[in-house]
């Protein structure tokens, strides 16, 4: 059975809420070094699952606050809506101080928990049976397969990575569905993590993004998406290890519609897209990128919503932590890359409008993810206002030399920007 929420009835706000002060000159090298720290630490499940840090120190009489929160809790959409209900939309808000009921709860007994264990013991075969039908009629139903005879010839044509609609003989690039069947190429960050952490951040100009996605015909995302490729491809060629094969990324996407009764939950998924970082062509990447993207998004669109979410509550949560868990015992990413994807790449949009929180107005909002086994690099941006951050967070005994590879996402996007003839903003 799935673990379940229940209300902490000794909740204890100073555990969570924490103040620390960096010494002087309280840069962002600082700061990136402190936050790096704070997340190479598990948070303790005894204790809801989350820690809010307000650091003090930084130059200007700038100060930080921090809000770590189990994944399992909130995605990206989620963090969003924290952010809105932390913040005010004008420095003159009057904080509603009200204090919220907190209803005690009982926790199920191990009598309980064992009823509801047997009762989804006997369930859940049930419900993924049901559950494949569903998405093989999904797949059946986006692709407009009918007859058996072609759903054998759109099996062969899956097993060979590539799907079309029948009715497709000679399909574009945006027309093909690409499934990731094999395992992305190894990489120097695909290999078990340790739990200590790299983190670097920096901010570029919305409008000069926009104006390369004008320039270029694409998208903001196809811009961002291509900024990091050829950032990869960099920091790969300066190590002698860019492998012949694209790398993969998988990105997150939400699959949210809105009516949700409570927004405190995981609702992402993620899609696979290539990365061409075998071409040193700048205009070719956007180009790829652009196509990727379109081929990643049908992947999405062959199985619903509503699917995705019934697919994650039938998976057993024990065979999962077990399995995950004996990977890691035998450092199965430094044996051989299974996954297929070799990063997450994280784009998420932002408030358009100025916040503040205490009267003091946000002046920078910078994302941090996560990193796994087989996956020792994130690269989450955020937009906010007219600024584009970048977030990367690694393991530190992977990628030791963050920072140059965030300076690499800068030169590329400079390089973008000297291709397009569009000026780079600061």
Same mark, same amino acid.
């Given at each position: 059975?799935?673990?379940?929420?229940?209300?902490?009835?000794?909740?204890?706000?100073k555990?969570?809420?924490?103040?620390?002060?960096?010494?002087?000159?309280?840069?962002?090298? @600082?700061?990136?070094?402190?936050?790096?720290?704070?997340?190479?630490?598990?948070?303790?499940?005894?204790?809801?699952? *989350?820690?809010?840090?307000? +650091?003090?120190?930084?130059?200007?009489?700038?100060?930080?606050?921090?809000?770590?929160?189990?994944?399992?809790?909130?995605?990206?959409?989620?963090? &969003?809506?924290?952010l809105?209900?932390?913040?005010?939309?004008?420095?003159?808000?009057?904080?509603?101080?009200t204090?919220?009921?907190?209803?005690?709860?009982?926790?199920?007994?191990?009598? %309980?928990?064992? @009823?509801?264990?047997?009762?989804?013991?006997?369930?859940?075969? &049930?419900?993924?049976?049901?559950?494949?039908?569903?998405?093989?009629?999904?797949?059946?139903?986006?692709l407009?397969i009918?007859?058996?005879?072609?759903?054998?010839?759109?099996?062969?044509?899956?097993l060979?990575?590539?799907?079309?609609?029948? /009715?497709?003989?000679n399909?574009?690039?945006?027309?093909?569905?690409?499934?990731?069947?094999?395992?992305?190429?190894?990489?120097? *960050?695909?290999?078990?993590?340790?739990?200590?952490?790299?983190?670097?951040?920096?901010?570029?100009?919305?409008?000069?993004?926009?104006?390369?996605?004008?320039?270029s015909?694409?998208?903001?995302? /196809? +811009? &961002?998406?291509?900024?990091?490729?050829?950032?990869?491809?960099?920091?790969?060629?300066?190590?002698?290890?860019?492998?012949?094969?694209?790398?993969?990324?998988?990105?997150?996407?939400?699959?949210?519609?809105?009516?949700?009764?409570?927004?405190?939950?995981?609702?992402v998924?993620?899609?696979?897209a290539?990365?061409?970082?075998?071409?040193?062509?700048?205009?070719?990447?956007?180009?790829?990128?652009? %196509?990727?993207?379109?081929?990643?998004?049908?992947?999405?669109?062959?199985?619903?919503?509503?699917?995705?979410?019934?697919?994650?509550?039938?998976?057993s949560?024990?065979?999962?932590?077990?399995a995950?868990?004996?990977?890691?015992?035998?450092? *199965?990413?430094?044996?051989?890359?299974?996954?297929?994807?070799?990063?997450?790449i994280?784009?998420?949009?932002?408030?358009?409008?100025?916040?503040?929180?205490?009267?003091?107005q946000?002046?920078?909002?910078?994302? +941090?993810? +996560?990193?796994?086994?087989?996956?020792?690099?994130?690269?989450? &941006?955020?937009?906010?206002?007219?600024?584009?951050?970048?977030? =990367?967070?690694?393991?530190?005994? =992977?990628?030791?030399?963050? *920072?140059? =590879?965030?300076?690499?996402?800068?030169?590329?996007?400079?390089?973008?920007?000297?291709?397009?003839?569009?000026?780079?903003?600061?």
């Amino acid at each position: 059975d799935h673990p379940y929420w229940v209300v902490d009835n000794e909740f204890d706000l100073k555990f969570h809420v924490r103040h620390l002060g960096l010494a002087p000159p309280g840069d962002e090298q @600082q700061l990136s070094d402190q936050v790096a720290r704070i997340f190479g630490r598990a948070l303790d499940r005894t204790r809801p699952l *989350w820690e809010v840090y307000v +650091i003090e120190g930084l130059a200007d009489g700038r100060w930080a606050l921090m809000t770590k929160f189990h994944h399992s809790a909130i995605d990206g959409g989620a963090g &969003v809506v924290l952010l809105n209900m932390l913040t005010d939309t004008s420095p003159d808000a009057t904080p509603d101080l009200t204090p919220t009921p907190i209803v005690a709860e009982t926790p199920p007994s191990a009598g %309980e928990l064992l @009823q509801r264990g047997i009762s989804k013991l006997v369930t859940n075969p &049930v419900r993924t049976l049901r559950l494949q039908l569903r998405v093989a009629q999904g797949i059946a139903d986006s692709l407009g397969i009918r007859p058996a005879s072609e759903v054998t010839r759109q099996v062969r044509r899956t097993l060979r990575g590539i799907t079309r609609r029948p /009715d497709e003989e000679n399909p574009t690039a945006e027309q093909r569905v690409r499934l990731p069947l094999n395992p992305a190429p190894a990489t120097p *960050w695909n290999k078990t993590i340790t739990a200590h952490r790299r983190f670097a951040m920096r901010s570029a100009s919305l409008d000069t993004v926009r104006a390369l996605k004008k320039a270029s015909g694409g998208t903001v995302n /196809d +811009i &961002v998406m291509a900024v990091c490729t050829g950032a990869l491809r960099s920091y790969l060629l300066r190590h002698d290890a860019l492998p012949d094969r694209p790398l993969r990324a998988m990105v997150p996407v939400s699959f949210r519609t809105g009516a949700e009764e409570v927004p405190w939950t995981n609702m992402v998924t993620g899609i696979i897209a290539d990365l061409p970082t075998d071409t040193a062509d700048p205009r070719e990447r956007v180009q790829r990128c652009h %196509e990727a993207m379109e081929s990643a998004k049908r992947q999405f669109e062959l199985i619903p919503a509503d699917t995705i979410a019934e697919g994650a509550q039938a998976t057993s949560p024990i065979l999962a932590t077990a399995a995950t868990r004996l990977a890691s015992r035998l450092r *199965w990413a430094d044996r051989a890359n299974l996954l297929p994807n070799n990063v997450v790449i994280s784009n998420v949009p932002g408030p358009r409008t100025p916040l503040w929180l205490g009267g003091a107005q946000m002046e920078n909002y910078i994302p +941090i993810s +996560i990193v796994t086994d087989g996956m020792g690099l994130n690269i989450t &941006v955020h937009s906010y206002l007219d600024r584009l951050a970048f977030g =990367l967070i690694a393991c530190r005994d =992977l990628v030791p030399d963050l *920072w140059e =590879l965030l300076d690499m996402h800068f030169d590329e996007l400079a390089l973008l920007c000297d291709t397009y003839g569009v000026p780079l903003g600061k």
